[in-house]
């Protein structure tokens, strides 16, 4: 079966740090961008981060720049996210996707056609 | 960063209504688009993708259109599984951005 299954999260002190894991099955993981995607507590979908196959690109939303960084590890079909000086603001549910990069007339495209369920984090005191 | 609006926020809409939900860019973006459907508690889902190529396994009453700043996703004979919550997300540049949602409820 393809799936996703994050974990890592939790409860975290603003100016804390939480490591996010994303374990990949069903599919060739080293085969694939990976993107991370969170969701504040009754808001709309928010765009964090994402990675190419080898680990070599990578990019950022804006205002996590400098203090995630996105990584993974193909031998442990692994993605990760590691979270340092969180704010109230990054609190969310956090979801990895895969992105299957599909080509039409000489182009690629983004198309996140598996999600895990999320982990919950929480950024308070 | 890109700006993606949709319109409307909201809509109320009966089984086997015909439902169009608009996203306009704030740039053009080719055709660097793509259509998730969100339903409570729920991981999103691909529903479209490049504006008009529908995923694998959606059904056909899903189709997507437009290309520079104006998309529409059509809905073309809403049923009842499909009362959720619909967002675009542009690829064209970085950082990817979503539009707000269009929270599609029952009539």
């Known amino acids: 079966e393809v799936q996703l299954v994050e974990s890592g999260g939790g409860l975290v002190q603003p100016g804390g740090s939480l490591r996010l894991s994303c374990s990949a099955s069903?599919?060739?993981?080293?085969?694939?961008?990976m993107t991370w995607v969170r969701q504040a507590p009754g808001k709309g979908l928010e765009w964090v981060a994402n990675i190419n196959q080898e680990g070599s690109d990578k990019n950022y939303l804006d205002s996590v720049k400098g203090r995630f960084t996105i990584s993974r590890d193909n031998a442990k079909n692994s993605l990760y996210l590691q979270m340092n000086s969180l704010r109230a603001e990054d609190t969310a549910m956090y979801y990895c996707?895969?992105?299957?990069?599909?080509?039409?007339?000489?182009?690629?495209?983004?198309?996140?056609?598996?999600w895990g369920q999320g982990t919950t984090v929480t950024v308070s005191s | 960063a890109i700006q993606m609006t949709q319109s409307p926020t909201s809509l109320s809409a009966s089984v086997g209504d015909r439902v169009t939900i608009t996203c306009r860019a704030s740039q053009g973006i080719r055709n660097d688009l793509g259509w998730y459907q969100q339903k409570p508690g729920k991981a999103p889902r691909l529903l479209i993708y490049?504006?008009?190529s529908i995923q694998s396994g959606v059904p056909s009453r899903f189709s997507g259109s437009g290309s520079d700043t104006d998309f529409t996703l059509t809905i073309s004979s809403l049923q009842p599984e499909d009362f959720a919550t619909y967002y675009c997300?542009?690829?064209?540049?970085?950082?990817?951005?979503f539009g707000q949602g269009t929270k599609l409820e029952i009539k």
């Open positions: 996707a895969r992105d299957s990069s599909p080509q039409r007339s000489g182009s690629f495209f983004d198309a996140f056609d598996i």
């Open positions: 490049a504006a008009s």
């Open positions: 997300l542009q690829d064209y540049n970085y950082p990817r951005t």
């Open positions: 069903g599919f060739t993981f080293s085969g694939n961008w």
